[in-house]
């Protein structure tokens, strides 16, 4: 355009003149200068047709430009987007022969776990449990599913079903691809002295504390539910606390805990918890003659309602401690359960208490890929015949951080004749992903 516009100017003029002074020329020299004006006019039609079309040129490449633009802009945004989608997990599968039992290859546990996260705001994470039962059939649970949102650096609000932040285990070791063992510490499962899950809401975050550095979570919610059992309809005495997470407060009463954990130097957690609230019964377990057992539902035989029973006190505290130093790692936990008496309501009995604590040692060697582990645990249950002590001694291969071959052996003490008392080889795979 700007070769062409300044030739636009001096033809229009050349014209105009030649035009202005046809009038005053006669003869050949006016049919010249005709001529010449023709000629002129012709030049001058030409290069205001190259002109629209280089400014048509110009519209499209401004067009082309404006739309790479938007390319471009459209893949910042992917680059870094306002929303992350995530997918993690773990799996694993194993062989298990238990004490004068024939060994059995089982596929232990399939963990999908989603992350939906919009920008440092809020995010949603949730874990499926997917497990093989013995006669084939897969079992699918929810292990927990919560709205996180980041408040500031050191504080986020999570609600919904959470592990228990209790202790460390359930938190931070259950997932098969970090515990070190191929087992749970006998109480720190289902059904043991540790609680497993909670629904509520928690507080949870991390802080300085002068040189040091600490970390806390606060939480209400649900609470846990309680079994008892009965052979006479007469005598009853507590069995278990379910302590899993559930859905509906179905004695109205809320359970307030939560945990605390000092780093006073590099590798090592010390921390300390505690929950108290109520519990209420809401299973009943009638063992009849014979050895048969089942569970009395509310309205079924015996009268049972849980609407009736009363609720009992309930409290939880315990100890942690983790140790690191190179390729050795040194932890242990205790945590003690206790539920109070009732004196009023069909199940009415004695209060009851479970309490479980393990110490674990692990070191990797020749040269960080295979590690030696051994692991200790004490589970003293309201009911004997699930009392246990056991040493645990593990060879795991590491062929990446995420990916291991585990191989265990548990030593088992427990009541003559019981499961508590046999003991176990176990081989595992597990992958974290």
């Known amino acids: 355009m700007k070769s062409i516009t300044p030739l636009y100017k001096p033809l229009a003029l050349a014209v105009g003149l030649a035009l202005a002074s046809s009038t005053a020329v006669a003869g050949d020299d006016l049919e010249s200068l005709r001529q010449t004006v023709a000629q002129l006019q012709k030049q001058l039609a030409e290069v ?3 002109l629209e079309e280089q400014e048509k040129q110009a519209a499209t490449t401004h067009e082309e430009v404006k739309k790479v633009a938007e390319v471009a802009a459209s893949a910042d945004e992917w680059k870094a987007p306002s929303t992350l989608v995530h997918m993690a997990g773990y799996a694993d599968v194993g062989y298990v022969s238990s004490e004068g039992s024939d060994g059995s290859f089982i596929v232990g546990t399939f963990a999908p776990i989603f992350h939906f996260q919009y920008r440092d705001l809020v995010m949603l994470e949730s874990e499926l449990e997917v497990e093989v039962e013995p006669d084939g059939t897969a079992e699918v649970g929810l292990e927990y599913l919560t709205v996180d949102w980041f408040v500031n650096d050191y504080m986020a609000v999570v609600a919904g079903r959470f592990l228990s932040p209790l202790g460390q285990f359930r938190q931070n070791l259950h ?5 070190k063992i191929a087992s749970a510490p006998p109480g720190f499962g289902h059904d043991g002295a540790a609680p ?7 507080l ?4 300085p504390l002068g040189a040091m550095r600490a970390n806390y979570a606060v939480y209400v919610g649900n609470g846990p539910e309680l079994n008892a059992a009965t052979e006479d309809m007469e005598n009853f005495e507590l069995e278990g606390v379910r302590a899993e997470g559930f859905g509906n407060d179905r004695d109205g009463n809320k359970v307030f805990g939560g945990r605390f954990g000092l780093l006073p130097m ?3 957690e010390l921390g300390i918890s505690a929950a108290t609230g109520k519990a209420r019964v809401t299973a009943l377990e009638i063992e009849a003659a014979g050895g048969d057992e089942g569970k009395n539902e509310p309205g079924e035989a015996g009268g049972f309602d849980y609407f009736d029973e ?3 006190d309930y409290s939880v505290y315990g100890f942690d401690f983790n140790f690191s130093y190179r390729s050795l790692n040194i932890r242990g936990e205790y945590v003690n359960t206790e539920v109070g008496e009732a004196t009023t309501g069909l199940t009415a009995s004695e209060g009851a208490s479970w309490s479980s604590w393990y110490t674990q040692a692990s070191w990797r060697f020749l040269p960080g890929k295979w590690e030696a582990v051994a692991r200790y645990s004490d589970f ?8 246990q002590k056991q040493w645990a001694l593990g060879l795991n291969y590491l062929y990446t951080s995420n990916f291991m071959a585990k191989f265990s052996y548990e030593f088992n003490d427990g009541m003559a004749g019981s499961e508590a008392d046999e003991d176990r080889l176990l081989m595992q795979l597990a992958y974290g992903f």
């Open 310 to 312: 009363a609720d009992r």
């Open 380 to 387: 003293d249950a309201a009911v004997n015949s699930r009392d």
């Open 175 to 179: 997932p098969s691809w970090i515990n």
């Open 266 to 268: 590099p590798g090592l």
């Open 204 to 207: 949870r975050g991390g802080f």
């Open 196 to 202: 497993t899950s909670e629904t509520g809401m928690q």
């Open 48 to 50: 205001q047709k190259k």
